[in-house]
């Protein structure tokens, strides 16, 4: 894809330096010179010195032929004029860094008007997965579906867990809420039934809202 990325901040470069290695046709807009030549030198991508909220740095950058335009400077309203402007050049998809929570709150109402494929907030995003280690501080891996509303979480069992040695029949899972679904132990992964038995080292894989999650977890 060829992708045009406002800002060469930390979260611009970042975005930049994930695409980059998926081997996309990155473009970088800055009004900072020494920011697009940092990352324009160090990466493989073209560095555009302008504001990217102008039609001229826009062109300029490609966005007439681009697929994407990316807006991630530090100021919400620039991002989001930046990515108006990306639409009336062309462009099919925009995103949007917006990180006030009073214009994500609302930015739902505008989505459509604005022509907005997508808004992120890394520092939202950042605080909603320390939560989720928090609360699940042994877990291996998390990962959400239905918008958070059912989470995968992966755990190791240790020795003196209270399901070691037993077979997950009889587990208290929580009056069925609770699915555990595959076992990895060494190099095989085993599909859970009831008969499936636990030992310690075991690599489970369990599922549930969560809340009911952290309640399994915690007994």
């Known amino acids: 894809m060829k992708i045009v990325i406002i800002g060469c901040g930390k979260v611009g470069t970042s975005i930049a330096r994930e695409l980059n290695a998926e081997n996309h046709d990155i473009t970088v807009v800055d009004n900072d010179r020494k920011a697009v030549a940092r990352l324009s030198e160090t990466l493989d991508v073209m560095g555009v010195e302008g504001n990217g909220a102008t039609y001229e740095a826009l062109a300029e950058a490609g966005a007439e032929t681009a697929d994407l335009v990316i807006a991630a400077t530090a100021r919400d309203e620039v991002n989001l004029y930046a990515c108006l402007m990306a639409r009336s050049a062309g462009v099919p998809h925009t995103i949007a860094r917006v990180r006030s929570p009073e214009y994500t709150d609302d930015l739902y109402r505008v989505k459509d008007q604005l022509r907005l494929s997508m808004s992120i907030n890394p520092e939202l995003t950042e605080a909603i997965e320390i939560s989720r280690l928090l609360r699940f501080s042994g877990a291996l891996e998390i990962d959400s579906f239905a918008k958070g509303a059912v989470e995968l979480i992966k755990v190791l069992v240790p020795a003196g ?59």
């Not at 190099?187 to 499936?196: C, H, K, L, R």
């Not at 489970?204 to 007994?219: D, G, L, Q």
């Open 161 to 219: 867990s209270p399901i070691n040695g037993k077979r997950i029949s009889q587990i208290d899972t929580l009056n069925g809420r609770i699915r555990l679904c595959t076992v990895e132990r060494g190099s095989e992964v085993y599909i859970a039934n009831g008969d499936t038995e636990i030992q310690a080292g075991d690599k489970v894989t369990v599922v549930a809202k969560p809340e009911i999650a952290s309640r399994f977890f915690k007994k």
